[in-house]
């Protein structure tokens, strides 16, 4: 069985100052009305599930 993880997570400073510790890159929209993790979830969902796609994140980010 195939799973599907985004990373998402860092310290926010390559793309300081529109990425910061508490806004990371993954919640900007850079590109449209989505963000950046919203395509992630796009690309993948032809291919996964819901159920099967898996984000891997520091509690910071989980929680903001």
Do not use: C, N
């Amino acid at each position: 069985m195939l799973y599907a993880v985004i990373m998402a997570g860092g310290s926010g400073t390559r793309l300081w100052p529109l990425s910061r510790q508490g806004k990371p890159k993954q919640a900007l929209r850079l590109v449209g009305e989505k963000t950046m993790f919203q395509h992630a979830v796009d690309r993948l969902a032809p291919l996964f599930s819901p159920e099967r796609i898996y984000v891997v994140t520091s509690e910071a980010i989980a929680v903001a």
